[in-house]
């Protein structure tokens, strides 16, 4: 006995908002990087990436829609790549 999969089609009109708000967040992007923030340039721009790749996963990768085993799996990938890239900058940060 096979399980039927729901469809999740998203409207034209929730596509186009996300593609709005990824849209202003690249040019928030743009906009930081002609700031001078000294330390705080790096984790500004990585923290607008991050949001920005949410927002790619969570509506045009239908992550939203997905079980608590894709949650989670997400969560420890990205906890892990903050590690790895925390390692990178306390390296360089040292030497």
């Known amino acids: ?5 729901e469809v999740h089609i998203l409207s034209y009109t ?5 593609l709005g708000v990824l849209l202003l967040l690249t040019g928030l992007t743009v906009g930081v990087s002609y ?3 000294g330390f705080f340039n790096v ?5 607008i990436a991050c949001v920005k790749v949410s927002f ?13 085993i ?3 799996s997400f969560i420890g990938t ?8 925390g390692f990178v900058f306390w390296d360089v940060a040292f030497r």
């Open 1 to 5: 006995m096979e399980k039927e999969k």
């Open 35 to 37: 700031v001078d923030m």
């Open 14 to 18: 929730k596509l186009a908002l996300v």
């Open 43 to 47: 984790p500004v721009a990585l923290g």
């Open 70 to 72: 894709i949650y989670l």
């Open 78 to 85: 990205a906890g892990f790549l903050m590690i790895m890239i």
């Open 56 to 68: 790619v996963l969570l509506f045009f990768m239908h992550l939203k829609y997905e079980g608590p």
